[in-house]
């Protein structure tokens, strides 16, 4: 499957975001998603994910309350809501996928950057 993101941008702290990611492919439902981030000279982390089964979800702790993941099989999309950004949420963040019951993400987006100003 190839994932497209995009919706980053820049925002001011306290604003929000909705990101997006488009899959190839029609058996979008069949695949567990993420949503994953990396900061400037940080390690990648992970944010979020959701189920193939749409009430499967989790957080981050540093993000919980604040972000919602959430998908629409029907358009092959996934999205990610983020109200409240803070400056620390600066990063590019990018979507996965595994497939199946798989928890390795084999397949990854470009990467969208959101920059939150303080």
């Known amino acids: 499957v190839q994932l497209q993101a995009f919706g980053g941008g820049l925002v001011q702290a306290g604003g929000s975001l909705r990101l997006s990611c488009a899959a190839s492919?029609?058996?979008?439902?069949?695949?567990?998603m993420a949503w994953f981030r990396q900061a400037p000279g940080k390690e990648r982390q992970f944010v979020a994910f959701i189920g193939r089964n749409i009430g499967i979800t989790a957080y981050a702790d540093s993000v919980k309350g604040r972000f919602t993941i959430s998908r629409d099989n029907a358009k092959n999309t996934m999205y990610l809501q983020m109200n409240l950004l803070k400056s620390e949420d600066t990063a590019i963040y990018y979507c996965?996928?595994?497939?199946?019951?798989?928890?390795?993400?084999?397949?990854w987006g470009q990467g969208t950057e959101v920059t939150v100003s303080s």
């Open positions: 996965a996928a595994a497939w199946g019951t798989s928890w390795k993400y084999d397949y």
């Open positions: 492919e029609r058996t979008f439902s069949e695949y567990r």
